[in-house]
């Protein structure tokens, strides 16, 4: 059964940092790229950061110069190194990927299960 599994939300001060991991694992002949939402109460679920299996990048607005999306292509992980982190950066995130489970078939979006990262002002 293919899954993405997070870790590495928690509670932390405003101008702090954490680490955000996610594991795809499974059955998985291909990962067409790897990406980072949120969700804050009463709020959208909104992109962060994506990154393709190339390796681009690309970020929301409100994260650029403090959220770096980094990823191993060998061990189908992904991670969100998150500094300077403010009030606003608390929510729920989610990992997502679009997975391919086989030469034959597309590639479909997977979601992981969301990891609280809550910040204190």
């Known amino acids: 059964q293919v899954q993405l599994v997070e870790s590495g939300g928690g509670l932390v001060q405003a101008g702090g940092s954490l680490r955000l991991s996610c594991a795809a694992s499974?059955?998985?002949?291909?990962?067409?790229?790897m990406r980072w939402f949120r969700q804050a109460p009463g709020k959208q679920r909104e992109l962060v950061a994506a990154i393709t299996s190339g390796g681009s990048t690309n970020y929301a607005d409100s994260v650029k110069g403090r959220f770096t999306i980094s990823g191993d292509n060998a061990k189908n992980l992904v991670y969100l190194q998150m500094d300077n982190l403010k009030p606003e950066d608390t929510a729920v995130y989610y990992c997502?990927?679009?997975?391919?489970?086989?030469?034959?078939?597309?590639?479909?979006?997977?979601w992981g299960q969301g990891t609280q990262v809550t910040v204190s002002s």
């Open positions: 997502n990927a679009d997975l391919r489970l086989s030469i034959i078939t597309p590639s479909y979006p997977y």
């Open positions: 499974g059955s998985i002949f291909s990962i067409n790229a």
